[in-house]
């Protein structure tokens, strides 16, 4: 099957985060075992090398061994692999991604904030030729740009743009992709996946009717999935099969628990470390620390993840971690 009819079938996908230990040097074992765990929770793929597997793995020598590293955990689940900086960076990792045995490219425009709507466009295309394309909306407070509905009207006519993460975190942006997608007549075809942490179920039930064109939000490719994946997974499948009980009451306490974890009192700067909290006291992570020493929990984050964890137990999947922990660390 393409990665185009799996990625239309939906599917949970965490953002993978980076394991480290104390010296700040890839845990080559935890990050296994964090593979593991996604793929035994049921997510439908993992996307590696995104802003939740820290972009500074770049710098460091990392990005390879990190995408190799899941490639071999992941074997038959789609892997996405994150694709940054300018055209020819882009197109070396997406090359590397391929060589590894990655399914498709999620393409981050940070690095080109500057940079016109052609010449976005021509760097999407370059990157396409490569591997199919996941486009990427991220919002502006952690790197991303605005980005006009005539840039997402114009990409959507790439043929070999299979998907579009909406991660803006604004209703407004997020529905520009909708209507582009509508628009473009290929609603069939590119598949729209939810990154707006902050209304993830909201997004996952409304059928968007565009004149005679309905738009759906398949699944989810998030940094929140990143924890409590097990639980994502059956919240996914209830919306599928029409049973999710209560959506917009879990909607809100979800979203509760995601301004927790990462850190939205504080502009997300402890977002990356509300995550590794989660798995940190899960066991499947030493330590929190990132590869910037300045990045932790902000003041009072960790008091907030305890109350959103004693409020919300039915989000979490702690037992599941217990259950499965000593064999995905072997």
């Known amino acids: 099957m393409s990665i185009r009819d799996r990625l239309r079938q939906g599917m949970v996908i965490p953002a993978h985060p980076l394991a480290l230990n104390a010296a700040r040097k890839l845990d080559e074992r935890r990050q296994r075992a964090l593979t593991r765990y996604y ?4 997510a439908g793929g993992v996307a590696v090398g995104v802003h939740t597997t820290q972009f500074a793995i770049r710098d460091c020598g990392l990005l390879e061994p990190v995408l190799a590293l899941a490639a071999g955990e ?30 498709a490219a999620l393409l981050s425009m ?24 996941f486009g990427f909306y991220l919002q502006p407070a952690v790197g991303g740009r605005v980005l006009p509905i005539e840039f997402w009207r114009r990409f959507c006519e790439i043929d070999n743009v299979v998907a579009i993460k909406i991660a803006p975190f604004n209703r407004y942006q997020t529905l520009d992709v909708v209507r ?35 738009v759906r939000i398949a699944g989810g ?29 879990l909607n809100a306490q979800l979203t509760d628990a995601n301004s927790a974890l990462f850190d939205a009192g504080n502009h997300f700067h402890g977002c990356i470390a509300g995550i590794h909290e989660i798995l940190r006291r899960q066991g499947l992570l030493e330590g929190i620390w990132c590869l910037d020493e300045n990045e932790g929990l902000s003041p009072g984050q960790a008091e ?19 259950e499965n922990l000593d064999s995905w660390l072997r």
């Open 221 to 249: 490719l998030l940094g929140q999935w990143a924890v409590w994946t097990h639980r994502a997974v059956e919240m996914l499948g209830a919306i599928q099969s029409g049973q999710l009980r209560d959506p917009m009451t």
């Open 180 to 214: 582009a997608v509508a628009e473009c007549g290929r609603a069939g075809e590119i598949t729209l996946y939810t990154g707006n942490d902050d209304n993830i179920i909201g997004d996952l039930i409304t059928p968007f009717r565009l004149g005679d064109v309905e």
């Open 304 to 322: 907030e993840i305890d109350r959103v964890c004693r409020l919300y137990p039915h989000l979490t999947d702690d037992l599941f971690v217990k």
């Open 110 to 133: 940070a690095a080109l904030r500057e940079a016109s709507i052609d010449q976005l466009i021509d760097h999407a295309r370059a990157v396409s030729n490569v591997l199919p394309v």
């Open 74 to 103: 992941a074997q038959h689940v789609a892997k996405i692999a994150g694709v940054c900086g300018g055209t020819r960076q882009a197109v070396a990792e997406g090359e590397v991604a391929l060589r590894l045995g990655y399914d």
């Open 39 to 42: 793929v035994a929770a049921g």
